[in-house]
């Protein structure tokens, strides 16, 4: 199976940016297209991933959200207990 032809994208590059392409096109042989190409497979799923995480803020106000969760879940419990059911979750009984 051929895959598809790559499509021609245009890019603005800041000098230094340029720069650095090209030499990195020249200690690998490669060309820009390939490098620019391989640097965006590796990075946009983290740029997309870190873009679209909650932030700080938020994570703490869903935690706070869920305090007292367990209290209303299953009554008040002994340390013991809680140890108990920790250990019965992770499987160590």
Not at 21 to 36: G, K, Q
């Amino acid at each position: 199976m051929k895959s598809a032809s790559p499509a021609p994208t245009s890019v603005r590059l800041t000098d230094e940016t340029r720069k650095i392409l090209d030499e990195a096109a020249r200690r690998t042989r490669r060309s820009r297209s390939y490098l620019v190409e391989e640097t965006l497979k590796q990075f946009l799923p983290r740029i997309v991933q870190k873009e679209t995480q909650p932030s700080p803020q938020e994570r703490i106000r869903r935690l706070k959200e869920l305090e007292g969760i367990g209290h209303r879940l299953v009554g008040p419990q002994s340390i013991e207990e809680i140890d108990a059911r920790i250990r019965e979750f992770r499987g160590d009984e």
